[in-house]
């Protein structure tokens, strides 16, 4: 029994270390589409979004977020934001292959991952969820007319209003040219698309130019 709880004891020490986010803030990256993609990117960031999103506080978390408009808003605007493309993009570079390879191999990785799962305060937090305040805030929230307010006038809040415009600007599409001809936003397999790794191909006789003092 000793041994076992020293084990527990371990499990939840690991999983302290991997937890270097709030479960606000895990909510906060889980509701924007450009910053969503981070978690698949890194095992040390997916641990520690997997262990928040054991915890209540994330998904009263995100209830909450859900709530208000502003937060669907905010998620559209990410969505034409050229960002995005810079997010996924990430998925075609292989370092990030490389770092799940070798997170796979350690075992400290399935230690982190395993320990909220063998962490009775989890279970704990998760019974007295339901007398948590903000979850009874949020059971109070449909007798709140200014909700019904605040959803009726979104369509006409500036943030909205600027949303709509946006396909007409110009700048928007100018942005998303240039994120889209970046060699950064392609991570290492960018450097097939910069034309400065083909300078000497280009040039063959360029080694042979001595270049002249300045």
Same mark, same amino acid.
């Not at 400290?108 to 948590?132: G, I, R, S």
């Given at each position: 029994?000793?041994?076992?709880?020293?084990?527990?004891?371990?499990?939840?020490?690991?999983?302290?270390?991997?937890?270097?986010?709030?479960?606000?803030?895990?909510?906060?990256?889980?509701?924007?589409?450009?910053?969503?993609?981070?978690?698949?990117?890194?095992?040390?960031?997916?641990?520690?979004?997997?262990?928040?999103?054991?915890?209540?506080?994330?998904?009263?978390?995100?209830?909450?977020?859900?709530?208000?408009?502003?937060?669907?808003?905010?998620?559209?605007?990410?969505?034409?934001?050229?960002?995005?493309?810079?997010?996924?993009?990430?998925?075609?570079?292989?370092?990030?292959?490389?770092?799940?390879?070798? /997170?796979? $191999?350690? !075992? %400290?990785? &399935? #230690?982190?991952?395993?320990?909220?799962?063998? *962490? +009775?305060?989890? =279970?704990?937090? @998760?019974?007295?969820?339901?007398?948590d305040p903000r979850v009874l805030q949020m059971l109070a929230a449909p007798l709140n007319p200014n909700m019904y307010t605040n959803w009726a006038m979104?369509?006409?809040?500036?943030?909205?209003?600027?949303?709509?415009? /946006?396909? $007409?600007? !110009? %700048?928007? &599409? #100018?942005?998303?040219?240039?994120?889209?001809? *970046? +060699?950064?936003? =392609?991570?290492? @397999?960018?450097?097939?698309?910069?034309?400065?790794?083909?300078?000497?191909i280009a040039n063959p006789l360029a080694g042979f130019i001595p270049v002249p003092a300045k």
């Amino acid at each position: 029994m000793k041994k076992l709880s020293a084990l527990i004891l371990a499990l939840i020490a690991q999983s302290a270390v991997a937890q270097t986010v709030t479960p606000e803030a895990t909510a906060a990256q889980l509701l924007d589409p450009a910053k969503v993609a981070d978690i698949a990117k890194d095992p040390k960031v997916a641990v520690a979004a997997m262990t928040n999103m054991m915890d209540p506080a994330t998904t009263i978390a995100l209830m909450q977020k859900s709530m208000d408009p502003a937060t669907f808003t905010k998620m559209m605007q990410a969505g034409m934001s050229p960002d995005i493309l810079k997010a996924y993009a990430g998925f075609m570079d292989p370092n990030m292959y490389t770092k799940w390879l070798a /997170a796979s $191999l350690d !075992p %400290n990785f &399935y #230690t982190a991952a395993m320990a909220p799962l063998l *962490n +009775p305060n989890m =279970y704990m937090k @998760w019974l007295a969820a339901p007398l948590d305040p903000r979850v009874l805030q949020m059971l109070a929230a449909p007798l709140n007319p200014n909700m019904y307010t605040n959803w009726a006038m979104a369509p006409l809040a500036p943030a909205n209003m600027n949303l709509m415009m /946006a396909p $007409l600007n !110009p %700048n928007l &599409y #100018t942005q998303w040219a240039g994120a889209a001809v *970046n +060699p950064s936003t =392609y991570g290492t @397999w960018g450097q097939f698309i910069n034309p400065a790794s083909y300078g000497n191909i280009a040039n063959p006789l360029a080694g042979f130019i001595p270049v002249p003092a300045k």
